[in-house]
Each structure stands twice: as structure tokens, then as C-alpha cells.
């Protein structure tokens, strides 16, 4: 019987689960803080970048993203509904010292996958049997929530197509704001991060769903791609995995080649009016010592932003 798989298109899809609970202010505050211990969360971001529509088209503006950011940022609050935010947050353009680090980094110069959930087998090159990310394998990071009916939704926040992974040297030589507010919080824990791969000519490439526009009028809810795992055959058992087996990182195979369940994947997205964010730029942002005290003005347009706005 005839699969319908490609030579070249036999990667596999990991589920990552991550924290689904959006990380927001002390009630009657408008800055949220590096989190206090190891409290992971998400938060709903308004910030510049680029996304690809569903015409193929990559427009450049301001958008929101659901996306793991640890580092200050302001808050304002809008109406929740359903799933969707309670607040829109944009990065804070002075901070204090790193306390935890953001993973994924989806953010300029490109997508990281850091520590989360990395197993110490990886630490050595890959032996015959073992099940470890490869180049081109993408990693769905996503939630499972509460769906209709008491069953369970999982909800995707980003995508990372694996590029490459790098050695612990070269992982302590990522610079831009990489080095500044993530680095500095791994230091002590072997570090070999996996490089996403970058849209420019890919097939396949790194993304997170986002939507154009400003905060209040670019609300979403998290994108369920559950209907997905159909296609999927989990690891070890050949069987379709479930939004509540996916609490733990799940290695699959698409059944009938990558190449189908990219392009399944994406449509899904785009039919809930969301766009492939691949770009994401911060505001030029100051780390600043133990004892100095933090700025309170807002954040201000990075680099990029203005080169592309002075370009326009």
C-alpha cells in the first residue's frame, strides 16, 4: 500500500507541551515583573514584525502574538473573551537583571529552543534507535485547555522547524537580546539550544500565530490544532495521540508525510483569520545593574523598525 510519503519528507512533529496560563499584572498594576520563582506563563504582546497572510504575502506592522516573554513588560486590559487575553503587553525598554529565561525565543535575530523539556540523551550524538530532533522536524509548543464538552483542546502558541542545534560554546555566543535577557539566566546548565529555521526560501520554516493590528482590535484566541492529531502517529505506540497524552513531549510521525501535515497546519491557522508571524523585533531594550532604578517610560521603536518605517 502506497503511503502517499515522499522521499526526504519522513521528519517528525514533537508536541511540547508548555504553560497555557497568561502571566499578567498584580491587580492594580500596569508593569508585570520578571515572575517570582519559576512560574512560567505567556503573555499576549503587541509588538513589531512580520507575518505571512494567507495570500503568501509577507506584510510588515504591528502585531500580537501569544508568546513566552519573561522580561518586563506594560500592561494595559482589555475585555476577555472566551480564551483570548485579559491584557495586551509591550516590552518594558529598561530591566533588571535576568531571572528566567523565555522558551521558545521567538524573537530577533531568530527562534530558539533552549532548555524546555530537552532530554540528557541529547547531550551526546544521536546512536542507532535513538529518537532525537533532526533538521527539519517541526515542534508544535501548545497548551491543553478546557474544550467543549469537558474534553480537552490544544492550543498552539509557536512553531519552531528545527535547523540546526548548536554546542555549548557557540549557545553562550548568542548576542542580540538573546545574550542580554535569556543567556545570562541558562549560565551554569548545559546549554544546547535548537535553532529554528528562518522563513527566507524554506519550505518549512519557524512561525507563531499572530494577528495585524493594534492590541484592542488583534484579540485571539490560541488556535486548537487538535484536529490535527489525526494525522499524527505517536512514537512507540504507532497510535493517534491525544491533547491529554500531549501533557509530555510527544515524538509522532505524520502518516502520510510532512509535507501534507505542514500544509494542513498552516491552512488551519490562516482559516481562523491568523497570519505565520516569522519575524518579531523587541524595542532596544537596557539591562540595567542590581541597584539602578527602572524607567517607567514606555518602549520606544527598536532599530529595525525604524530602518523598515524609513524605508517605507
Known sequence: MNSGIKPGDDGRVWLLPHTGQERVPEQGQTVCPWPAGKQHGLKFLQVYGGAISHTGKLVHGEVCVWAEYEAPTHARPVEARGQGPRFVQTPSISVSQPELDTDPWIFHPGFVWSLRQH?????????PGDVQPQPGDVVLFGSPLPGARDSLDWVLDTVVVVKRRLSSHAAANLKNHYGKLVEPALRGQPQQPFLGQPHGGAERFSFA?????????????R???SALFRELRAHGTGKCPTAAQARALTPCQPSAGLTRFWKHLTELIWSQGLALGTDFDLPAIRVLGPDAPLASARPSKSSVRRKRAHAA
Open 119 to 127: 532530554q540528557s540523551a541529547w547531550q551526546q550524538p544521536p546512536q
Open 223 to 225: 488556535p486548537s490544532v
Open 209 to 221: 500565530p499572530c494577528k495585524l493590528g493594534e492590541g484592542s482590535r488583534a484579540r485571539f484566541e
